[in-house]
């Protein structure tokens, strides 16, 4: 038997060297429509939480969560019942400002693109975004007595009229943050405090890193410019720690969103990338706030490019592995390829927006608040045996389940994994046939109709596109999920956490 240690392997950053994205390409970002809304699968478990407090004090243990209920994937809407898990121990400390900002960053879907009408109107509790009332910006001017903070809802600032548009006109229809901001409020308050949020939302559709970063060369070009998601966030930043401090409030920022990856799929430097915008941003964020708490950024994939046949993408492998080689630090929350997307196979709906923010408010909810080290359901090492490859899986809430409510990838074209549920082998340009795949345990075991090569192969999983699409869907997936209880608080869908994409060589 040949094992592999994923751990081992990530240290040494030799599987970045097995990333074979074919091709690069980067997407229009410009559809019309809405497909069907489906609700992620779940199923009845029970879960515990026991959280650190931040400050030193440690949590008591959580209560059970209640029956979670749910099916339908993409095209079907289907309502999940139940709990969230209970959080015991009194009040979670959090980072411990009376207001905690959240910044968004990325593309298209950072920004709600296809996301209409929007749904998240009102605000339930007190979370709350930047106005700008009269101001026009840029410049980018913190001290104008026209900025004020109001309630946070949907649409955070009126919806851009062109393509490209940067902040303020770069909002196209829902965002994730109005349903993330109440699912932290929701969370918190279940376990006996109160956890403010106030929401930077600063993306570019179409964008590539070398546009959001640190020293992006800004494009002035009326409507249509570009360049300016980096100065915006220091801009809000410091416009919020003013407002904060006239209103006696201390304020800190919690976390960094983004999502992104589109347009950087075939991007050899796209992990650096990260690290770097992660680092710069904890340079020039905590002296605006005067804190001393690192701001962790937190990083979904990307499922829709590459289009071509055969193709795979770099930056999908890497946002899971940077979360891996940077633990603590950077933080893989998921893929997204169980949510409803629209039309064009690239956006998610309004409704799909809301989702997302709610598993990206859980997630936020364990890391920054509960102070935990969450981890995504992914793998943690490769072995083989005979025909038998098993790959073993960090299980955030056990046991792992098949989502059959989800379809089965490629049914009419790579047809050699069509038994795979998302799982597929190949080396070199051969792909290898999948007779059967089995859960067992917090494992995987893929069975090969044929004896595999002694070297060079290859297991993925939602890695390569076959030319089809998921219906309501997306390009790449699977069907390998946890037990996990959560529902949304405000979709009211069933949310486990499901596989990230990976690709990972078989010793």
Not at 7 to 12: A, E, M, P, Q
Not at 30 to 54: F, K, L, R, V, Y
Not at 201 to 212: H, N, R
Not at 282 to 302: E, F, K, W
């Amino acid at each position: 038997m040949r094992r592999s240690s994923f751990l081992s392997l990530s240290s040494s950053g030799s599987l970045v060297l097995l990333l074979m994205a074919i091709g690069c390409s980067s997407s229009n970002e410009s559809s019309s429509g809405a497909g069907g809304e489906g609700g992620a699968g779940g199923q009845s478990a029970t879960s515990s939480a026991s959280g650190t407090d931040p400050a030193g004090g440690t949590g008591g243990t959580g209560g059970t969560g209640g029956d979670a209920a749910g099916s339908g994937g993409a095209g079907g809407e289907a309502a999940g019942t139940g709990g969230t898990g209970g959080t015991g121990g009194g009040a979670p400390a959090g980072p411990g400002w009376d207001w905690t900002g959240i910044v968004g960053t990325g593309q298209s879907l950072s920004v709600g693109a296809e996301g209409t009408p929007p749904r998240g109107t009102e605000q339930r509790f007190s979370n709350l975004k930047l106005s700008l009332g009269g101001a026009s910006v840029p410049p980018f001017d913190p001290a104008n007595s026209a900025l004020s903070l109001v309630p946070l809802t949907e649409p955070i600032r009126g919806f851009a009229t062109t393509y490209p548009s940067a902040y303020p006109k770069n909002i196209y229809g829902e965002t994730p943050h109005t349903a993330m901001a109440d699912q932290i409020s929701t969370l918190a308050q279940a376990a006996g405090g109160d956890h403010v949020t106030v929401h930077t939302v600063v993306g570019e559709s179409g964008q590539p890193m070398s546009v959001l970063r640190k020293g992006a060369n800004a494009t002035n070009d009326g409507d249509k410019s570009t360049g300016r998601a980096y100065a915006a966030t220091l801009f809000e930043a410091e416009a919020i720690a003013r407002l904060a401090r006239d209103a006696g409030k201390t304020y800190g920022i919690g976390a960094i969103i983004i999502t992104h990856g589109e347009s950087d799929a075939g991007s050899a430097t796209y992990e650096d990338d990260l690290v770097k915008l992660w680092s710069d941003y904890n340079a020039d964020l905590l002296p605006i706030t005067g804190q001393s708490r690192s701001i962790p950024l937190l990083v979904s994939q990307q499922h829709s490019v590459h289009t071509e046949v055969g193709s795979r993408s770099t930056s999908t492998q890497a946002q899971w592995h940077v979360g891996v080689g940077h633990p603590g630090d950077i933080v893989c929350s998921g893929p997204k390829y169980q949510y409803p997307y629209a039309e064009d196979h690239i956006h998610l709906t309004a409704h799909g927006y809301q989702l997302l923010g709610e598993k990206s408010g859980q997630v936020y909810f364990e890391k920054v608040v509960l102070g935990k080290d969450w981890q995504p359901l992914q793998p943690t090492g490769v072995e083989r045996a005979g025909k038998v490859i098993t790959v073993q899986f960090h299980v955030p809430v056990p046991p792992l389940v098949w989502d059959s409510a989800l379809p089965s990838p490629h049914q009419t074209a790579f047809t050699e994994w069509s038994k795979g549920r998302g799982f597929q082998v190949w080396s070199g340009n051969t792909r290898i046939e999948i007779s059967g795949v089995e859960i067992s345990g917090d494992a995987v075991t893929i069975t090969t109709a044929a004896d595999l090569p002694a070297s060079g192969v290859v297991v993925g999983y939602a890695a390569t596109t076959d030319g089809t699409t998921m219906p309501g869907g997306t390009t790449r997936w699977g069907q390998l999920r946890d037990s996990d209880p959560f529902v949304g608080s405000i979709t009211g869908k069933a949310q486990p956490n499901y596989s990230v994409a990976f690709e990972m060589s078989v010793p």
